[in-house]
């Protein structure tokens, strides 16, 4: 695992410009979405004095107001967004094989192999990204039919509310375990789809829950240890937003400053999980423990 | 006392009645906890106050209004088209009373003339007013008190609009047989002498005469009881049931409560004592419960007028019964709460002080819940956004969680300003006439709003006067809206009528907008100018006008006001020059389109209608200001969030698949 972790650094900045070229696309299409809502927003403005006291902090008054009479354009704008989440999805799995192939070969690699790759591996990556989401639905329901039972059986004796909200919360807690669980051998599986070279999504990804289960710590700590970096990161970024606040334009510009750098830190530590799963992978089968 | 009542060993509470006690009531229930059914015994004591002489009685039997699913209020559409799927199933969910005999006097019976009347619609199967028709012998004279001996019983419901019971828990309101209030040509709309008692509606609540009710509840031995009025006597039967003997003076309804889980907390201001009821999943709320109870006591003894009764009884319902939450009976009032609320989220604090308010407009000034709801939750909403903005800040008396910040007073009229259609209906209509929506909102929320209004126009002091003088003057009576508006006049000295007539009797909204500010440079006259032979071209020197001292420069500013709405307030604009000199100036807000037109030195930088925010009720705030140098700041920063949010969801599904 040690050894592991030291090479998955190596490899994480070995695609540093990877890295870039996520973060870039993420950027993009964030900004693609923000300059029409930046438009009605100003629209919105106009050459009112009152909305100048959303940057102090948050004011009900002017924000409603201010809502009510932008909300029909906002929502055009919503209505765009999860077309561009979509967009990023499919670029994001295309981006993976090209990545994964990038630290499998350890090597430099040419633009040319990387888009090679890119292309190589969608349709695989695809696949087992609807098995996943399918995973995950079989999962919520796999929770929720028990909780639901138990909520019902109980709706007629139960004495406090403590009796839903203590379940539910253990609940979520159990889906939560799982659900990441799922995610994390979901990127074993295709670090083995790309080092087997497999054509099949749906055996990858079983194998790859057998991998995580096989080698639940030395998976799993890891996991965890990146999702807690990204919490302190929140954390982090909620106690800086309060101190820098958003008075003036300078303001303004340093907080999208940090939440850039937020993001950034984000996509690193996700290459930084495929580069642990591919490095924990070749570890373990040059070992021979796979 | 003018009447005899069977509890004469009872403590007076009041030495000098403080109303007419017009109905007065003694009345021994028995419940039985495991059908649900009350089995009761009343007296009724009514004087006919009018100089009427009166040939029949009218009486509510609200729980009918749970009997069926042909109900009016059932059929309305505050539950949905029947309310049965409120109910669930089963043969215990509804709800009804039924009187077994009635005698006036000790022997004259009137049970066979009982008859269901439906006085506001033709819905022959609501069974929710009775008419008991009296023969000329029997007719009750001017100044008459009659005794009636009403034998009833009713079944409570699973909690429905505020009453019943949810396993052991029980909230009885509206339980028993009461008379209507008989209003005399002159007493509020009143042209000749007539019964008001309506039927029960989904929008509507009650109304009723003030009196003395002494009222002996017995309860299985291991329920604790809370109810209006004062404990008299608590005596343990050998049937292992318990009797409760509460008494309450110059009230308008009595309700009570019991179940064997109640925890019990009291604190004190002054002469009132706060008893809280609460069961023991939500304990950990006892103190925000007290705290919020004393400080809107305080509040309103300072700016409305004195509490008059010795206590207050808060009753926390259990999860289970939370539908029985949120209501207001005189000296005894419902909240709600949930054990995991966040200490920043104030909804005990809000409803605790709501319905506290009501012990003023409802229950101390008992205007007609039915014809005039605005009366009591407009005024109460009003006032109890004024006691929680003191108490715990302007901008944050309602949420203060996770960065939201929200006051009362704004979220009342956000609720207002935010409706799909705030022209749905004005609020001067009776509840049940609320037939396509609006009624919470209009009723609640643009009340406040006009009142706020009002007293933006008048300032607080004078606000604090009228609502002073309204208390004094109509407490322990049913005042309607002409009584209001009389006291506005008689305080402001001024006739505030056409203020009435478009926020009360009109569905009309207020919005003026700054169209724009202009400044523009003086221009020299240029043209031709003169007849015939004097006729002169002047043309205008650029070279000079270049090299002219700045300090001659003038420049023509105008501020073009558009009225957007139909109601008309009189408004302040504040005009604010370059070199940072302001001007206040006033106009009466009649004209569709007004401007403000001035020549100085210095341009205008900026200008604001209403810059107090007097005229609360103006729907958008934002058109009220308008200044040449715009500021963009607030869009980059929620267009910076929105892309920052944006890309975490990006990144968060895309990390998933």
Known sequence: MIRAFFQSIQKTLFVFPLILLVYLVNLGLGLLLALPYFKVFRGGIGNSMEPSKLLAGYDHTVYRDLMEQIEGSIAVVDGQTPWMILIFVLLSIFFNGGIIGAMAASQDISRKSFWTNCRHYFGRFFRLSIISIIAYGILAVIIALPLAAYFKGISSSFTSEQAFVIPAIIGAGIFLFLFSFLSMSNDYAKVKIVAENSRSALRMFFSGLKFSFRHFFSAYIFYVLLAMILLVGGFTYWKLSGVVGTSSMFTIILLFIIQQILVFIRTSIRIWHLAYASSLYQNLQRGGRW | ?657
């Open chain 2, 1 to 657: 006392m003018f009447f005899q009542t069977s509890s004469s060993n009872a403590q007076v509470i009041f030495p000098e009645p403080l109303s007419e006690r017009i109905a007065n009531y003694d009345i021994d229930v028995k419940l039985n906890a495991a059908t649900k059914i009350l089995d009761g015994k009343e007296i009724l004591y009514w004087r006919n106050t009018s100089n009427d002489t009166i040939y029949d009685l009218q009486f509510h039997l609200y729980l009918n209004a749970f009997k069926n699913t042909e109900s009016t209020f059932l059929q309305s559409g505050r539950i949905g088209t029947r309310g049965a799927d409120l109910f669930g199933e089963g043969d215990d969910i509804w709800g009804w009373t039924e009187v077994t005999s009635m005698k006036m006097g000790n022997d004259i019976d009137l049970t066979p003339q009982i008859e269901f009347y439906q006085p506001d619609d033709d819905n022959d199967k609501d069974q929710t007013v009775i008419r008991v028709p009296l023969v000329d012998s029997l007719a009750i004279m001017p100044g008459d008190t009659i005794q009636l001996e009403i034998d009833f019983q009713a079944k409570l419901p699973q909690i429905m609009a505020r009453t019943g019971f949810s396993r052991d828990y029980f909230f009885v309101a509206q339980w028993f047989p009461k008379i209507g209030v008989y209003e005399a040509p002159g007493q509020r709309y009143a042209t000749e002498g007539q019964w008001n008692c309506h039927q029960f509606h989904g929008n509507t609540e009650f109304f009723a005469d003030f009196g003395v009710y002494n009222v002996r509840m017995t309860v299985p031995e291991n329920m604790i009881v809370g109810a209006t009025g004062v404990l008299q006597e608590e005596k343990e039967n050998a049937d292992s049931t318990k009797t409760y003997y509460y008494r309450a003076e110059d009230v308008i309804d009595f309700a009570w409560t019991a179940s064997p889980n109640f925890l019990e907390f009291t604190d004190e201001w002054e002469h009132v004592k706060v008893r809280l009821l609460i069961h023991p999943e939500h304990e950990n709320m006892a103190p925000r419960y007290l705290e919020s109870a004393i400080k809107t006591i305080e509040y309103f003894d300072k700016h409305v007028g004195k509490y008059p009764y010795p206590n207050l009884t808060i009753i926390d319902p259990p999860s289970f019964g939370a539908a029985s939450g949120g209501m207001e009976y005189p000296t005894f009032i419902t909240g709600i709460s949930f054990s995991f609320l966040p200490e920043g989220v104030r909804s005990v604090e809000g409803v605790t002080a709501h319905e506290f308010a009501h012990q003023y407009f409802m229950q101390l000034i008992a205007s007609n819940e039915f014809e005039e709801a605005w009366l009591d939750e407009g005024f109460t909403t009003y006032m109890e956004n004024r006691a929680l903005d003191a108490t715990y800040g302007k901008k944050n008396a309602e949420i203060d969680f996770m960065g939201i910040q929200m006051g009362n007073r704004e979220s009342r009229r956000a609720g207002y300003v935010g409706m799909e259609n705030p022209k749905i209906a004005e609020n001067f209509r009776p509840g049940w006439e609320f037939k396509h929506g609006g009624y919470g909102t209009i009723t609640y929320n643009k009340t406040a709003t006009w009142l706020s209004t009002l007293e933006g126009i008048v300032g607080l002091e004078t606000m604090d006067q009228i609502m002073q003088t309204y208390f004094e003057r109509w407490k322990f009576k049913h005042p309607c809206a002409r009584d209001f508006i009389e006291i506005v006049n008689e305080v402001t000295g001024e006739d505030m009528q056409w203020f009435f007539d478009q926020v009360l009797y009109s569905a009309e909204i207020c919005d003026y907008k700054i169209h724009r500010v202009y400044n523009g440079k003086v221009e020299k006259e240029a043209g031709i100018f003169g007849l015939g032979e004097e006729r002169e071209l002047i043309v205008e020197d650029e070279e000079e006008e270049d090299n002219s001292n700045e300090e001659n420069k003038k420049y023509e500013s105008k501020v073009i006001i558009h009225r957007i709405g139909e109601v008309k307030m009189p408004m302040e604009i504040l005009v604010h020059f370059e070199d940072g000199e302001e001007v206040l100036e006033k106009w009466d807000g009649q004209a569709r389109t007004y401007e403000l037109k001035y020549e100085r030195p210095e341009k205008i930088k900026w200008a604001q209608i209403d810059p107090e925010y007097k005229i609360y009720m103006d729907v958008n705030f934002n058109n009220n200001s308008y200044t040449t140098e715009p500021d963009a700041a607030p869009a980059y920063k929620y267009t910076s969030r929105f892309v920052f949010w944006v890309q975490q969801l990006m990144q968060t599904i895309a990390s998933l698949v």
